[in-house]
Structures are given as C-alpha cells and as structure tokens.
C-alpha cells in the first residue's frame, strides 16, 4: 500500500514541506534511502545524509535548521524518533496474522486455547494451560503445565514457558528465552551442595517484552515479578525472587542476582550487574559495564564499579590512565627526599 505525504502527516500531527502528495510504500535508514520509501532524521550525527537522500520523504524534528534545501519532501514533528516508532508500530500491526493449529502441534487434553490462536508446528502446550485470543505460539514453542497467558501475546520459536508461568496481555517472548527456570539455590554440606527446591513461580504483567535468549528464573517462594512495560533485551539474566518495576528496560547481558528489587522507569546499559538483596529506586539511570553492590536511592545517572555520577566517574578514569606515570614520579620524588633527608 501506498501513503501520501499528506495522509502521514495526518497520522503523526506532523507538517508537510514539499510536495503533500509525494508517496512511499516502505521504509529505509536515512543513509540507505530510494525512491518511494519514508527516513527519519533524529540524530543530529546523520545530518548530512538529508542533503543526499533518495528517500521521498523525510520525518524530521520541528527545531531542526537547515543549511540548503532539500530534494525530499520533509514532515516537520515534535520527536522524529516517536513518530517513525508509531509509524513502525501501524505496519507491524497491519500485517496479516497467522491463525490456526499445525496437525504436528501437541495440545494436552485439558488445556484451553483461545479464540483465533496460532500454534506452530511441534509446539507443545501442557496440562491444564490456558492460551488467551489472539495469541501466537511459533514452532517448538514449549508450554508447561497450568501456565496461564493473557491475550494478544507471541511466542516465538523454542521458547520455554516452565509450569504454573503466569503472563498477562500483549506480552512478547523472543527466541529461546525461558521463563520459570529454577532459582540458582544451593545449600552447602559436608559432600557437596543440596538443591534447594524452587517452589515458586514467574509472573509476566502486561505489555512485556523479553528478549532472545533472556532468562528469568522462579521463585524459591511466592514469585519473581516482572510488572507491566517492562523491556528486557537480549542474554539478560533475572534470578529468583527479583522484582523488576513498570516500564523499567535493561541492554543486553544485565545481570540481577536474587531477591533484588529494581524500581519503575529504570535504565540499564549492557552488562550491567546487580548484587542480591538489595534495592534500587526509581529512575535510576546505570551506564553500561556498572557494578552494584548495594542500594541506590533512585533519580540518579551513574556509572562505573561501585557507581558514581558520570562526571567524577570520567575523571577518575583520566586519573586512572596516568598511574603508571604518576607512580614512577612518585618513585623519583622519594629517591630525591632520601638523598638529601638525613638518614636514622
């Protein structure tokens, strides 16, 4: 299908500079842009690619100045990125959905599966599960028993759902995540280690998201929380008894160990770790590779190992950088004191 200049703009409370009547039918990075495709310009880094572009249209900030014209036709927005996030969002949502059961599925006796599902070849749904409408369920997808999922969710290939999971609406489960593993509890004894038994479960709230290969463990009582809006990228670990709060989202490879208690609105860069039992405030802001061993008030930006405010953090890397040197000085200067301090 194609849209008009005119017509996105209506879309996004956008306005048109150019040809209103312009058309595309797809989408391209600005940089990559042809003939017939929608860019965005949000990053004042690829400003140069404007000039240049073969895109027809262009979503761009409304402040943004610039210092020739044009070939393409321009939609001026408040937030160039939101907009193409919303545009992105009508195409994804556009696109027509798989229903039915493949014949190579497995669907226990006593579960139920809602209206206009879509269970993939070799997935395997178990004892009294529920499905709610509308979900998607890809192949070698596996369900346990008495999992409850809410509506509207995708589950993509070879995901793991473990028993008693519970997940709300509109949630997103990405290849290879598990969900509900058990809870990394040993006891020490004098042979070796006794399994503590994970008893508990993983609850998923609503408008979720979880990554490739992402992990979230069950409890070893009650549940490991992840509450509505939560975004969890890739390789991201949650052990048991974690409680992650809404709309909080975490890069790749963050680590929270158990019964931590991450805040609402939350940012975390890659590879960021957590130690257990303790507590991080709302709107905490953590730069990727930091290192926490303990709370954190909330309404922070900070980086580092222990973390610290990025300014102070930068500057004693600078520091960091000159030991060598500043050591030998140091060497140089106590040889001098010895020469001419008397001697005991």
Known sequence: MEFTAEQIAGV????????????????????????????????????????????????????????????????????????????????????????????????????????????????????????????????????????????????????????????????????????????FGFAPNADGYDKIPQIGIVTIEDNVEIGANTCVDRSTMGTTLIKKGVKLDNLVQVAHNVEIGENTV?????????????????????????AGHITIGDKTFLGAQSGVPGSLKGGEELIGTPPMAPRSYFKSQAIFRRLPEMYKDLQNIKKDLQKIMPQD
């Open 12 to 183: 996004i409370g956008g306005k048109v500079e150019g040809d209103a009547n312009a058309s595309v039918f797809t989408f391209a990075k600005i940089e990559e842009g042809k003939k017939g495709a929608i860019s965005f310009l949000s990053n004042p880094k690829y400003t140069h690619y404007i000039y240049d572009t073969e895109s027809s249209i262009v979503i761009i900030n409304e402040d943004v100045k610039l210092e020739k014209p044009v070939k393409a036709t321009l939609i001026r927005v408040k937030n160039a990125y939101e907009s193409i996030a919303q545009l992105l969002q009508i195409y994804e949502a556009s696109k027509p959905k798989k229903t039915g059961i493949a014949p190579q599925a497995y669907i226990a006796e006593t579960a139920k599966i809602g209206k206009d599902c879509y269970v993939g070849p070799f997935a395997c749904i178990g004892e009294g599960s529920v499905i709610g409408d509308g979900c998607q369920i890809y192949a070698h997808a596996v369900i346990g028993d008495n999992v409850h999922i809410g509506n509207n969710c995708i589950i993509y290939p070879n995901t793991t759902i473990y028993q008693g999971v519970k997940i709300g609406n509109n949630v997103t489960l990405h290849a290879g995540s598990v969900i509900g593993a058990d809870g």
């Open 250 to 274: 975490m890069s790749a490879q963050v680590g929270i160990a158990g019964s931590t208690k991450v805040g609402s609105w939350c940012m975390f860069g890659g590879q960021v770790g957590l």
